[in-house]
């Protein structure tokens, strides 16, 4: 879905170096999220805000930081990259209790 | 561990044929259950979803079966189409606070439609 937007689409990096993905929306949501797709696992989620005052730890969320810089920006972070953070990453919004949740493209990440 | 159980975790049918993905659960504070399709390269999309008030809803050629004492649903694909090839994802939500409700998704069916 073009309204939520993810950088980069691909990216390879190095055990121990520190990674940002981004997320943006023009959908006007205040509910935001980041999943991690593997296989077989589905998606399992990461972080989510309902707001940008409002962080909150999904299931999986060591290794990992985030940050709602504005309503429509949701960035997630891995300060110290190792492999098993290989994965493609999906950032969701919603604008309401029972969704849809719109996802973005992804983002496949390799750590080497 | 898995809240949420999804079988097969891949499939071939015919087209013409009809696809059957199955789903189970535990939590039953879970209050609303969608399926997400998914194809290559892309992020997933709502499909249909179901409340658990409801015995069966269908759109389509899709349809949920929701059974909420066996805390079990799932989705037929009937006359499956080369187009339907994807993968399908089972999800169920509920609510963590006033604010909002987290998604918990199923591993995922890989469907593969013959011509």
């Known amino acids: 879905d073009a309204d939520v937007t993810q950088t980069p689409r691909n990216r390879i990096t190095k055990t121990g170096k520190r990674i940002m993905l981004e997320c943006s929306q023009t959908?006007?949501?205040?509910?935001m999220y980041w999943y991690r797709q593997d296989p077989g696992l589905g998606l399992r989620l990461i972080y989510y805000s309902f707001d940008v005052k409002d962080i909150n730890k999904g299931e999986i969320s060591d290794g990992y930081s985030v940050s709602r810089q504005a309503q429509a920006k949701f960035s997630l972070s891995l300060e110290s990259a190792i492999p098993n953070q290989t994965a493609l990453y999906f950032c969701?919004?919603?604008?309401?209790?029972?969704?849809?949740?719109?996802f973005g493209p992804g983002t496949r990440l390799t750590v080497l | 561990q898995q809240q949420v159980k999804q079988s097969p975790q891949s499939l071939i049918v015919q087209k013409g044929g009809i696809s059957i993905i199955n789903c189970a659960y535990e939590n039953t504070a879970f209050d609303y259950f969608p399926w997400y399709q998914q194809f290559p390269g892309k992020g997933p999309a709502l499909l249909i979803a179901?409340?658990?008030?409801?015995s069966e809803k269908k759109e389509g050629r899709f349809t949920i079966s929701f059974n909420k004492s066996a805390k079990q649903f799932s989705l037929h694909i009937m006359d499956s189409q080369p187009g339907d090839s994807a993968t399908y994802f089972c999800?169920?939500?509920?609510?963590?606070?006033?604010?909002?409700?987290?998604?918990?998704f199923g591993g995922g069916t890989r469907v593969l439609v013959k011509p």
């Open positions: 999800a169920a939500s509920m609510v963590i606070k006033a604010a909002g409700n987290k998604l918990t």
């Open positions: 179901i409340r658990p008030d409801v």
């Open positions: 969701a919004t919603s604008d309401t209790n029972v969704g849809p949740w719109y």
């Open positions: 959908k006007g949501h205040d509910r």
